[in-house]
């Protein structure tokens, strides 16, 4: 299934009313005419932006480090090749609902010396006055790697270390910080994200295009390793996130619409951690819980259905008391590279459960 062109459910129809031109970068462009199918709005619609990781610093704002997606001209493929973005730039915000701040360039690609191409969903982290951003970006030889860059501002500019992280690899890169003040990097991604080609402990260039295609063999799990204190590298060998099933066992390459594809990101409530993700070309937004950092962690179900568009990427918040989703879709473009991004509140049962999202009206 091309990861370009694919379908699911209502999201192909949409995709094709909603469908309209899109440059690189958009002056206040005009929003979908079907705006009102949308459980919510754009949050910029100055330029594309995708794969939101939002955190709530000191200061009490709330700090989005979204993709920056551009339309370089690329032809679409399974790899993802046609996101071939440049650069990063930081949102803020008082709160949810108020106004949202697009800040300038947070770092871009020329200033990163090892990188080649393709700079993929970032996130951020702060510790002892010096911000942190976290990047997957091709290297020279096309291997993506994980690069950091420091500021003292939670905007930026930010300046590249001059190496990726040691032991680095795949994309998707998400940063908790545990209630004891530990940080873990959750990362990896089939498919574009070469997770696949990872499988053996090195990397194969001639491994799968895609995934492993044994469906009925364990999933490819994504990836855990704490950070250093100095934030920077490793402090372990990265180490399997298993994700289980209700009969305890490891979720099947097969089982699309559960296992893991990309965009990881944890939170913990209570003592309950929750790891949430992507299950990529099911299009579904999902999370298991667990009750430690490392897991394993227990499939619960879905947070959001289908958005429009192929990718679904998010992170999960609180402020104030109450929980947001960041998501993104296609709203303003239409087209699966050129993507805007979205905050709607998210609910937990009495049980811990996650209320299911619907991000298009019935
Ligand atoms: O934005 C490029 C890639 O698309 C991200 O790394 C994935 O999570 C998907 O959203």
Same mark, same amino acid.
């Given at each position: 299934?091309?990861?370009?062109?694919?379908?699911?459910?209502?999201?192909?129809?949409?995709?094709?009313?909603?469908?309209?031109?899109?440059?690189?970068?958009?002056?206040?462009?005009?929003?979908?005419?079907?705006?009102?199918?949308?459980?919510?709005?754009?949050?910029?619609?100055?330029?594309?932006?995708?794969?939101?990781?939002?955190?709530?610093?000191?200061?009490?704002?709330?700090?989005?480090?979204?993709?920056?997606?551009?339309?370089?001209?690329?032809?679409?493929?399974?790899?993802?090749?046609?996101?071939?973005?440049?650069?990063?730039?930081?949102?803020?915000?008082?709160?949810?609902?108020?106004?949202?701040?697009?800040?300038?360039?947070?770092?871009?690609?020329?200033?990163?010396?090892?990188?080649?191409?393709?700079?993929?969903?970032?996130?951020?982290? $702060?510790?002892?006055?010096?911000?942190?951003?976290?990047?997957?970006?091709?290297?020279?030889?096309?291997?993506?790697?994980?690069?950091?860059?420091?500021?003292?501002?939670?905007?930026?500019?930010?300046?590249?270390?001059?190496?990726?992280?040691?032991?680095?690899?795949?994309?998707?890169?998400?940063?908790?910080?545990?209630?004891?003040?530990?940080?873990?990097?959750?990362?990896?991604?089939?498919?574009?994200?070469?997770?696949?080609?990872?499988?053996?402990?090195?990397?194969?260039?001639?491994?799968?295009?895609?995934?492993?295609?044994?469906?009925?063999?364990?999933?490819?799990?994504?990836?855990?390793?704490?950070?250093?204190?100095?934030?920077?590298?490793?402090?372990?060998?990265?180490?399997?996130?298993?994700?289980?099933?209700?009969?305890?066992?490891?979720?099947?390459?097969?089982?699309?619409?559960?296992?893991?594809?990309?965009?990881?990101?944890?939170?913990?409530?209570?003592?309950?951690?929750?790891?949430?993700?992507?299950?990529?070309?099911?299009?579904?937004?999902? $999370?298991?819980?667990?009750?430690?950092?490392?897991?394993?962690?227990?499939?619960?179900?879905?947070?959001?259905?289908?958005?429009?568009?192929?990718?679904?990427?998010?992170?999960?918040?609180?402020?104030?008391?109450?929980?947001?989703?960041?998501?993104?879709?296609?709203?303003?473009?239409?087209?699966?590279?050129?993507?805007?991004?979205?905050?709607?509140?998210?609910?937990?049962?009495?049980?811990?459960?996650?209320?299911?999202?619907?991000?298009?009206?019935?």
């Amino acid at each position: 299934m091309k990861r370009a062109a694919a379908t699911f459910g209502s999201a192909i129809i949409l995709m094709t009313v909603a469908g309209c031109s899109a440059s690189a970068d958009k002056s206040g462009g005009p929003a979908s005419a079907d705006a009102g199918k949308f459980l919510s709005q754009p949050l910029v619609s100055e330029i594309y932006t995708a794969d939101p990781s939002a955190h709530v610093w000191e200061d009490g704002r709330i700090y989005v480090y979204p993709s920056h997606d551009i339309d370089a001209g690329v032809p679409e493929d399974d790899l993802g090749s046609h996101f071939a973005m440049r650069d990063y730039r930081v949102l803020s915000m008082d709160n949810v609902g108020g106004k949202v701040t697009l800040h300038d360039v947070a770092l871009d690609i020329k200033d990163v010396p090892w990188a080649g191409r393709q700079m993929w969903a970032p996130d951020a982290a $702060y510790k002892n006055g010096t911000y942190y951003l976290y990047f997957p970006v091709k290297d020279k030889q096309d291997v993506f790697r994980m690069g950091v860059a420091t500021s003292t501002s939670p905007t930026g500019p930010f300046k590249a270390r001059p190496e990726p992280m040691k032991n680095s690899f795949s994309i998707d890169p998400a940063v908790f910080k545990d209630s004891d003040g530990e940080h873990y990097m959750y990362f990896g991604g089939i498919w574009g994200g070469q997770l696949q080609k990872w499988a053996t402990g090195s990397y194969d260039a001639k491994g799968s295009n895609t995934d492993l295609g044994k469906p009925d063999e364990a999933a490819l799990a994504p990836k855990v390793a704490r950070l250093n204190g100095d934030m920077v590298e490793f402090a372990e060998a990265p180490r399997d996130v298993v994700i289980l099933d209700e009969k305890g066992q490891p979720l099947k390459a097969g089982d699309n619409a559960r296992r893991f594809f990309e965009g990881s990101w944890v939170f913990k409530r209570g003592d309950t951690y929750y790891f949430t993700y992507s299950t990529g070309d099911t299009h579904f937004l999902v $999370y298991a819980t667990g009750k430690s950092p490392y897991g394993p962690f227990t499939y619960r179900g879905k947070i959001l259905e289908p958005v429009q568009g192929w990718t679904t990427h998010h992170s999960i918040v609180e402020q104030g008391g109450k929980w947001y989703l960041f998501y993104h879709d296609t709203q303003l473009s239409g087209k699966t590279h050129l993507r805007n991004v979205k905050v709607t509140e998210l609910a937990f049962n009495a049980d811990g459960s996650i209320v299911t999202i619907k991000p298009i009206k019935d």
